[in-house]
């Protein structure tokens, strides 16, 4: 695990791409991006989607972005969240902060996500490797507010740069 100084670009609004030649060889980027909760169609997906371009940040879904090679483009995302965030016996149970099942998601995208992701620092060791490790590790039960996307974004980044509370600091001087 690294322990780097915090480099995150205070440009909020896009990733900050790191060159080939910052990446070196064998280290990961590592980046979180923000995105709109999911739930129910109709009006709460409407509250959620203005509240994300709101830019509310309670109301936002967090996730690591993990960039294995700087000469590609691919990404890999790491995320955690209901297993049905659709359903409404979801949202109900968030509401009333209940614990409900989760899952752990890993995809590949083609590309860093243009808007709301920041670059944070490498990994030292195999970015894809350790968050495929912690992620198998990570408790699915999840509860939001106590162990729910925040916390696993938290983890995951400290686990791949050192970095901790990493969404404090963004939060912070995405307000300031």
């Not at 690591?64 to 000469?71: A, G, H």
């Not at 969240?81 to 209940?98: C, W």
């Not at 860093?112 to 970015?127: E, H, V």
Request: charged fraction near 20%; hydrophobic fraction near 40%; aromatic fraction near 10%.
């Amino acid at each position: 695990m690294a322990s780097a100084s915090f480099s995150v670009s205070a440009r909020l609004p896009t990733a900050s791409l790191p060159s080939p030649k910052e990446q070196g060889r064998g280290r990961a980027a590592v980046y979180v991006a923000a995105v709109p909760l999911r739930a129910a169609k109709g009006p709460a997906q409407m509250l959620m989607s203005a509240a994300y371009s709101l830019g509310v940040w309670d109301l936002q879904h967090f996730m690591v972005v993990v960039r294995p090679d700087p000469s590609q483009s691919q990404v890999i995302v790491f995320d955690f969240q209901p297993q049905d965030p659709e359903n409404f016996y979801t949202l109900l149970s968030v509401l009333l902060q209940r614990q409900i099942p989760g899952v752990v998601l890993k995809r590949k995208l083609r590309r860093i996500p243009k808007s709301r992701c920041w670059f944070i620092g490498f990994s030292d060791d195999d970015g894809v490797e350790v968050a495929n490790k912690f992620s198998e590790d990570w408790s699915t039960h999840l509860t939001v507010g106590k162990h729910d996307c925040r916390n696993f974004t938290n983890g995951l980044v400290e686990c791949l740069t050192g970095q901790q509370h990493v969404l404090s600091y963004l939060q912070a001087i995405s307000s300031g």
